[in-house]
T-cell receptor
Framework: GEDVEQSLFLSVREGDSSVINCTYT??????LYWYKQEPGAGLQLLTY?????DMKQDQRLTVLLNKKDKHLSLRIADTQTGDSAIYFC?????????????FGKGTKLSVKP | DTGVSQDPRHKITKRGQNVTFRCDPI?????LYWYRQTLGQGPEFLTY????????KSRLLSDRFSAERPKGSFSTLEIQRTEQGDSAMYLC??????????????????FGPGTRLTVT
């Protein structure tokens, strides 16, 4: 079946690194995405990785992929209060329908000053 | 580039009424998606269009829901005879289809701000 799971909450202090984890079940080649949602707003695409990659870095964001364990993580370096939001992991399996992304339930990141 | 826009941002309606939402995608995007998001959940796919053709509908899209994209630009989502269980955020997203000259091999979907529906 298709499923994306995330831990629901993460609390860090300003300036620390945050690591948000995600597991997925679809074994077909896939794209994996991280979205950020602030209160009352839509989803902002942060970064993505294809399943034949191990790592991708984009400024303060580092995505690590363990394809064997189907585990994805998003590391935010030097976390700021403005990073407080809900972070969604989403996957797109190329063998599945063309349309939809499958989202996790989201991880609420709280950054304490 | 103004991004994906949705109208209205909030809608309160009484049970049994019909409601219609509008989505304007990013102008060069030929794919448009509708998702529903309830409290504490991630977005769930409802349907998507490529140009004016509706290519897929999820089982969440009951007979009371209908979506259109008549000219391949903006889209509308109508809910007839609303029920309290329809209360949710309705999100629209757009993308280019793979292989188009502007890229889009990565299925990146860009979301609008959503329409929050409350059915009383």
């Amino acid at each position: 079946g298709e499923d994306v799971e995330q831990s629901l909450f993460l609390s860090v202090r300003e300036g620390d690194s945050s690591v948000i984890n995600c597991t997925y079940t679809d074994s077909s080649s896939t794209y994996l995405y991280w979205y950020k949602q602030e209160p009352g707003a839509g989803l902002q695409l942060l970064t993505y990785i294809f399943s034949n990659m191990d790592m991708k870095q984009d400024q303060r964001l580092t995505v690590l992929l363990n394809k064997k364990d189907k585990h994805l993580s998003l590391r935010i370096a030097d976390t700021q209060t403005g990073d407080s939001a809900i972070y969604f992991c989403a996957e797109k399996a190329l063998e599945r329908s063309q349309g939809n992304l499958i989202f996790g339930k989201g991880t609420k990141l709280s950054v304490k000053p | 580039d103004t991004g994906v826009s949705q109208d209205p941002r909030h809608k309160i309606t009484k049970r049994g009424q019909n409601v219609t939402f509008r989505c304007d995608p990013i102008s060069e995007h030929n794919r448009l998606y509708w998702y529903r998001q309830t409290l504490g959940q991630g977005p769930e796919f409802l349907t998507y269009f490529q140009n004016e053709a509706q290519l897929e509908k999820s089982r969440l899209l009951s007979d009371r829901f209908s979506a259109e994209r008549p000219k391949g630009s903006f889209s509308t989502l109508e809910i007839q005879r609303t029920e309290q269980g329809d209360s949710a955020m309705y999100l629209c997203a757009s993308s280019v289809s793979p292989g188009t000259p502007s890229g889009g091999a990565l299925y990146e979907q860009y979301f609008g701000p959503g329409t929050r529906l409350t059915v009383t």
